[in-house]
């Protein structure tokens, strides 16, 4: 079955530093990959989507992804977080039998001054 | 350009009671997804709607039905609420074909079941 891992529940890192948002995933085939920001008591927004092609790719706000398929990740980068980052950050794989949306548990970010 | 659009913002429902939430997909759109988030959790899918028929599902209960109305916009309706319904309802709308993967999200309905 399809699903999305994603190991860090919480992460903190200081204004200005560089950021990784760790996912994984299980899929048999060519994945299409998302990642999904929500403010507290928000919707989710899209950053950024992997279906083919350049294995990095580029969102909005800064952040890039890497696909590696060898390892079955997609991790979220950044590399100068502002104190407006700090939200809840979701991976997602579509696909699947139901062709929907399969997400990850979050990862919360908090950012220090 | 309007976003998807989704009422009410928050809901107080006892258990045993019904409950309808509605969703107006992002102009342009015609399949809108519905979610639920519960606390700490990921969304996962209710189901999916197009043309006014239900073309996918997820693992829930009959409880959970909905409508698609000929403007695309879209109702989730839950019976005989339990505890446990209590969760941020997401609706997601996107094209029908040609980019149905990509979703986009409204502001999510919180349904608080005592």
């Known amino acids: 079955a399809q699903s999305v891992t994603q190991p860090d529940i919480h992460i903190t890192v200081s204004e200005g530093a560089s950021l990784e948002l760790r996912c994984n995933y299980s899929?048999?085939?060519?994945?299409?990959l998302f990642w999904y920001v929500q403010s507290p008591g928000q919707g989710l927004q899209l950053l950024l989507k992997?279906?083919?092609?350049?294995?990095l790719v580029q969102g909005i706000k800064g952040f890039e992804a890497e696909f590696k398929r060898s390892q079955s990740s997609f991790n979220l980068r950044k590399p100068s977080v502002h104190w407006s980052d700090a939200a809840e950050y979701f991976c997602?794989?579509?696909?699947?039998?139901?062709?929907?949306?399969?997400f990850g548990k979050g990862t919360k970010l908090s950012v220090k001054p | 350009d309007a976003g998807v659009t989704q009422s009410p913002t928050h809901l107080i429902k006892t258990r045993g009671q019904q409950v309808t939430l509605r969703c107006s997909p992002k102009?342009?759109?015609?399949?809108v997804s519905w979610y639920q988030q519960a606390l700490g959790q990921g969304p996962q899918f209710i189901f999916q709607?197009?043309?006014?028929?239900?073309?996918q599902r997820g693992n829930f209960p009959d409880r959970f039905s909905g409508h698609q109305f000929p403007n695309y916009s879209s109702e989730l309706n839950v019976n005989a609420l339990l505890l446990g319904d209590s969760a941020l309802y997401l609706c997601?709308?996107?094209?029908?074909?040609?980019?149905?993967?990509?979703?986009?999200f409204g502001p999510g309905t919180r349904l608080l079941v005592l």
């Open positions: 102009s342009g759109h015609d399949t």
């Open positions: 997601a709308s996107s094209p029908g074909t040609g980019g149905w993967e990509t979703q986009y």
């Open positions: 997602a794989v579509f696909g699947g039998s139901q062709g929907n949306l399969i």
């Open positions: 709607y197009y043309e006014e028929e239900e073309r």
């Open positions: 992997y279906f083919s092609g350049d294995t």
């Open positions: 899929y048999g085939a060519t994945p299409y």
